[in-house]
């Protein structure tokens, strides 16, 4: 006699064992980054401006408030910039290349945030986590980057 017409359950599609190792799955995403962070509205004279140079040479130039972070900013604009952590600084998704004129006008990056940097793809000396650089007056005007690519590697990926 079969289990549901005694119980009146249905059966329950049975996953391979294989996929239901702890260590050996993995939760993926698809679509359009998750914003985290509302944007504030700049006030009327005190918009910044920050542009985006895509992975494919365009340029997208935003007029922003002081204080959002690099990552909110694309993530609101439809930059493609994942931020897998949801800027926690935990992994290295938000990676930018800021333009070397602009670069020391930003406090530099603690050792949470030099490590993430060590796990980015294409690293050079004014690369930046997106999630750690929130826009100033000093910054009006800043160009990023995005690197060719990202490795969507997070602390804890390992636990």
């Not at 994942?82 to 998704?93: F, P, R």
């Amino acid at each position: 006699m079969r289990l549901a017409a005694v119980t009146g359950l249905r059966p329950v599609l049975r996953v391979p064992r294989v996929a239901r190792v702890g260590w050996m799955t993995r939760q993926f995403r698809a679509g359009s980054p998750v914003f985290h962070h509302p944007l504030k509205k700049p006030n009327p004279g005190e918009e910044l401006h920050i542009t985006f140079i895509t992975k494919d040479g365009a340029q997208k130039t935003f007029e922003v408030a002081e204080g959002d972070s690099i990552l909110d900013i694309a993530q609101a604009n439809h930059i493609d910039m994942e931020g897998a952590c949801g800027g926690s600084c935990a992994c290295s998704t938000c990676h930018v290349i800021v333009d070397p004129e602009y670069y020391d006008s930003i406090p530099e990056p603690d050792d949470d945030e030099n490590d993430m940097l060590d796990l980015a793809f294409g690293l050079t000396e004014t690369s930046r986590l997106g999630c750690q650089v929130h826009m100033t007056k000093e910054l009006d005007g800043v160009r990023v980057a995005l690197p060719a690519m990202t490795r969507n590697l997070q602390v804890g990926d390992f636990n």
